[in-house]
């Protein structure tokens, strides 16, 4: 049978091409941005000036929009602990405790520091997930019965019952379940916190606190705690919100039934699991699912779940951290230090779109935004979050992958406090680390490259790149490419289907993350990839939007020609640049002289 798929050429039409023939663009409109980190990540240290820069605006935006009487919250009731850490350590924080605090029974309030513990509520099932992740005798594919057969036992005369062996442990992980969101939490028909006013004076039916269809635990705050019983018993004869896999919801009950599944294989209790598998090896001290002595807390005003036992539900939303802790916890995702680099790298990854919104997914169990807002040039820098929340406190944990950075908000109190903090904090935070980042780039990498001819060492002139970094754009940009006297730009824009006009299109460096270093030299490659330019004279349509990416098309005798090896010396400068589809070596500081016209333009561009 014929293999075809579908492309667009340089005007936007449509087209299907046979595979095997050249297929070389298949974005056409601005919509689409080169993809992934434009940089490598910024190795910052605490004696870095990009360090102290980036310190000082951090301070400034806590300073000037927090705490001068700015905030959008209830300051005198709020506390937070704010942490920025590295894949190394902690690079920032900020500690706020509020005048007016909660009831302190065992020990009297103490101020807000790294030490201090908070709940940190639904940011516990990303402790469910990565212990899923470390214990080999479960495999994400297999349908939960495997791991809990209980849910198969006798009948059920819910209409839409649910089929638990069409849901596998990956479908829990990744809010694809289909299940319904609580155990017994939450229900307007009990929850005066959640409904102040009697439910009928609202509308709503009377219901008696007895009825067979309320849950069997944690109905208010003074029933006792679920039990595995409880949630195996109700996830059973609650109808399914959604098919299993047909799209994303949020359900409390999928981790609950992910921690009884961990608890079964293993033989011992979920915060047992935690500690031995996560905590201990990272020395995360004072994480718990059990509740600490209040002085080593901070207890908002008000009604607040500092007291709540969740139970079974422990790996919902049970535990208790501290920002030093979770910092500790971020490296070790960003370092994979506990997991191979492959399977951090998956877990990151969205599983689907979110119901609302274009810009959002969800993953196991990340949140995930990919955001044009945050950069100068508009591409897309994804952001993995996982919030948490519950009566009294609010929180949140970020990940940049591609900057190798973390952050943590904690806040007892008012929850507008979270998201304040989040969107300022992560508005300051992005442009200024890539702004550093285009500055280490160019320092490293732009100017001219040149080959040295072998029979007298002298300097080829037919051979040579010229790279600039831009003040936006993407990686690094090309601005000139001979080989053997051709200009081997012209050819790779012909080869990428580029338009005729130069102006009309870049090509730009990428960097892949691929390094080896040998203790002699380091060795990094980027990937070339061709960008076309918005252009105003063709009507928009909805496949502009449609991008799709192909780094390694162009091969040349067996060796790819879109990727650049570069070459670090001991000291850690950018030597030379290896070009295994073109068989040459490049050296930097040789090429075009920096008196012509395209040197002086690299030297403008790196100044």
């Known amino acids: 049978m014929p293999l075809f798929h579908l492309c667009l050429d340089s005007s936007g039409n449509l087209l299907i091409v046979w595979l095997g023939l050249l297929c070389l663009a298949t974005t056409v409109n601005a919509n689409c941005q080169t993809p992934g980190p434009s940089f490598p990540p910024l190795r910052l240290t605490n004696s870095s000036a990009s360090f102290k820069e980036l310190t000082?605006?951090?301070?400034?935006?806590?300073?000037?929009?927090?705490?001068?009487?700015?905030?959008r919250w209830s300051e005198d009731t709020t506390s937070y602990a704010v942490q920025l850490t590295s894949a190394d350590e902690t690079l920032w924080s900020s500690y706020f405790t509020a005048k007016i605090l909660g009831e302190y029974r065992d020990s009297e309030p103490t101020l807000v520091t790294g030490d201090t513990a908070f709940r940190a509520a639904s940011i516990s099932k990303t402790f469910a997930v990565y212990a899923l992740l470390l214990e080999n005798r479960i495999k994400l594919e297999d349908p939960i019965t495997k791991y809990l057969p209980a849910l198969r036992d006798g009948p059920t005369e819910v209409k839409w019952a649910v089929d638990f062996d069409q849901i596998t442990v990956r479908s829990l992980a990744s809010q694809l379940s289909g299940l319904a969101r609580e155990t017994g939490q939450s229900d307007l028909a009990l929850d005066r916190n959640m409904m102040p006013e009697d439910p009928v004076k609202n509308g709503f039916p009377p219901i008696g606190g007895d009825d067979e269809h309320l849950g069997p635990c944690e109905k208010t705050e003074n029933d006792r705690p679920c039990t595995g019983s409880d949630v195996i018993g109700r996830a059973r004869n609650r109808s399914m919100v959604f098919y299993p896999n047909y799209r994303s919801t949020y359900s409390n009950v999928a981790f609950s039934l992910l921690g009884l599944a961990l608890e079964n294989v293993t033989g011992q209790a979920f915060p047992d699991i935690i500690a031995s598998s996560i905590l201990a090896p990272l020395g995360m001290h004072n994480t718990r699912f059990s509740k600490p002595k209040d002085s080593d807390g901070i207890i908002p005003y008000g009604f607040n779940d500092w007291r709540s036992d969740l139970g079974a539900n422990n790996p919902t939303g049970g535990i208790y951290c501290t920002t030093n802790d979770?910092?500790?916890?971020?490296?070790?995702?960003?370092?994979?230090?506990?997991?191979?680099?492959?399977?951090?790298?998956?877990?990151?990854?969205?599983?689907?779109?979110?119901?609302?919104?274009v810009t959002s997914a969800t993953g196991m169990p990340w949140e995930i935004l990919r955001s044009t807002k945050l950069t100068k040039d508009g591409r897309g820098v994804d952001v993995i979050t996982k919030a948490g929340g519950l009566w009294g406190y609010s929180s949140l944990i970020v990940l940049l992958p591609e900057f190798k950075l973390g952050l943590t908000i904690l806040v007892a109190g008012d929850q507008r406090a979270l998201a304040e903090l989040t969107v300022r904090l992560t508005s300051s935070i992005v442009p200024a680390i890539e702004d550093f980042a285009r500055i280490e780039t160019r320092r490293a990498f732009a100017g001219s490259y040149g080959a040295i001819s072998g029979k007298n060492g002298l300097l080829s002139m037919n051979s040579s790149l010229v790279l600039a970094v831009d003040e936006v754009g993407p990686g690094i940009r090309i601005v000139a490419w001979t080989s053997r006297d051709v200009d081997f730009l012209k050819v790779y824009g012909h080869l990428k289907n580029m338009p005729d006009d130069k102006d009309a299109w870049e090509a730009r460096l990428i960097p892949s993350n691929l390094e080896h270093d040998d203790g002699t030299v380091r060795e990094e490659i980027w990937r070339a990839t061709a960008i076309q330019k918005p252009s105003q004279d063709r009507k928009s349509s909805a496949?502009?939007?449609?991008?799709?990416?192909?780094?390694?098309?162009?091969?040349?005798?067996?060796?790819?020609?879109?990727?650049?090896?570069?070459?670090?010396?001991?000291?850690?400068?950018?030597?030379?640049?290896?070009?295994?589809?073109?068989?040459?070596?490049?050296?930097?500081?040789?090429?075009?002289?920096?008196?012509?016209?395209?040197?002086?333009?690299?030297?403008?561009?790196?100044?």
């Open 56 to 71: 000082a605006k951090l301070d400034a935006v806590m300073l000037d929009g927090v705490r001068s009487g700015n905030a």
């Open 326 to 357: 979770f910092s500790k916890y971020l490296r070790s995702i960003l370092s994979s230090r506990l997991l191979p680099g492959a399977v951090t790298n998956a877990w990151l990854k969205p599983h689907s779109w979110s119901m609302s919104g």
């Open 543 to 607: 496949w502009d939007d449609f991008c799709l990416t192909d780094v390694d098309f162009l091969s040349y005798g067996g060796f790819s020609i879109e990727e650049f090896r570069f070459v670090r010396g001991r000291n850690g400068e950018v030597e030379s640049v290896v070009l295994n589809g073109l068989r040459i070596t490049l050296f930097k500081g040789l090429g075009t002289s920096p008196n012509s016209g395209l040197g002086k333009q690299a030297m403008l561009i790196q100044e």
